[in-house]
């Protein structure tokens, strides 16, 4: 058993940190500087092998180093070669990728601002124009609560603004900027302006699989 090696009958050639990068990266739904900084450290410096590595499984990295965020995805399938799809993006709803939509664009509007803090009233507030005439304002509530604890649990691109915040007010992830580009966003928003203006359910289309937001 060689000095490097973690475990009898090892034969990684990544360091334990840079191991544990690559296995963050591939969980999901995003490795962040601040909250593994030690993981992140390792990320940056063995970033070329990392990448290699997503690469065999058929997965891209995207690392922005000012924001301190990096995630992987599936790699593009431009040429029609029948690449498999080695993750699963979490499912959209409506309401879930409206929602997100709405989160990025709070954050981007508070371009500059070190902590961007937004309440839950605040997003409830700007959904309220999707609701359909099919649901009911108790039915389309309980679907936004539901949204919200996607954002806040599942997806992670909101956090409680701090220890004596109430639950309703949290602060945006600045990874919020790269889960969903700005093309992604044209295309979400023209699909579903156009199925608001038909005046079909929010939900009667099912789960949305928009900007491969999670693993």
């Not at 180093?65 to 690449?83: C, E, I, P, Q």
């Not at 928003?189 to 939900?203: F, I, K, M, P, Q």
Request: proline share 3%; no cysteine.
């Amino acid at each position: 058993m060689s000095d490097d090696a973690l475990f009898d009958g090892d034969t990684g050639r990544l360091v334990e940190h840079s191991r544990r990068a690559l296995l963050e990266l591939i969980r999901g739904p995003y490795l962040s500087a601040t909250q593994s900084p030690a993981v992140w450290s390792a990320l940056r410096s063995d970033e070329d092998e990392i990448r290699s590595r997503l690469h065999d499984l058929y997965l891209e990295l995207v690392l922005d180093a000012d924001a301190g965020f990096a995630f992987v995805r599936n790699v593009a399938d431009d040429d029609g070669l029948g690449l498999p799809r080695t993750i699963r993006s979490a499912p959209l709803t409506f309401l879930d990728t409206t929602m997100l939509l709405v989160l990025r664009q709070l954050l981007l509007a508070a371009h500059g601002e070190r902590r961007v803090i937004v309440g839950r009233d605040e997003v409830f507030e700007q959904l309220a124009v999707y609701r359909t005439v099919d649901r009911d304002e108790r039915d389309f509530e309980k679907r936004m609560n539901a949204s919200w604890l996607k954002m806040r649990n599942t997806l992670r691109v909101v956090h409680a603004a701090g220890r004596d915040e109430q639950e309703d007010r949290v602060e945006l992830s600045p990874v919020l900027r790269l889960i969903v580009d700005a093309d992604q966003v044209r295309a979400i928003r023209d699909e579903y302006a156009a199925l608001v203006a038909r005046g079909t359910s929010s939900e009667s289309d099912g789960p949305t699989d928009d900007g491969e937001a999670g693993s």
